[in-house]
């Protein structure tokens, strides 16, 4: 069930690889756009709630990872570039307010910054 014979690394819900092209099938999750992350991100160790992390991207050997007020990432953003697959953000959002991250591989493929709620590709985040 392979959607293309001369790629590997291309089949139905295949993980992306870092390697410039889009890993998946038509009708999977992320079809159409090229080394977007898969898996999790997210605060998830309870002993370090600056710890922001992802799954990490076969082939990939840096992130960037952006930080904004907004859940669209319309407003101006915070973040950085990493070789590692957590950002330890010390930073707390207003009371009452929340923090919205975005995370796609840099190298050595600029990634996706995957879809934004309408199902389109976001081409930019951060003004």
Do not use: I
């Amino acid at each position: 069930l392979d959607c293309d014979d001369s790629d590997a690394n291309t089949y139905p819900q295949a993980d992306e690889t870092n390697d410039g092209k889009d890993n998946q099938c038509s009708g999977d999750p992320g079809y159409g756009v090229a080394d977007e992350l898969s898996g999790d991100t997210g605060f998830h160790d309870p002993g370090d709630k600056s710890a922001y992390c992802w799954d990490p991207q076969d082939s990939a050997t840096e992130y960037e990872v952006k930080r904004s007020d907004s859940p669209g990432m319309t407003s101006p953003c915070h973040g950085t570039t990493t070789t590692q697959t957590c950002w330890f953000d010390v930073a707390e959002p207003l009371p009452g307010n929340a923090y919205f991250y975005l995370t796609r591989s840099t190298s050595p493929f600029g990634g996706s910054w995957g879809y934004d709620s309408e199902k389109l590709e976001r081409t930019s985040v951060c003004p």
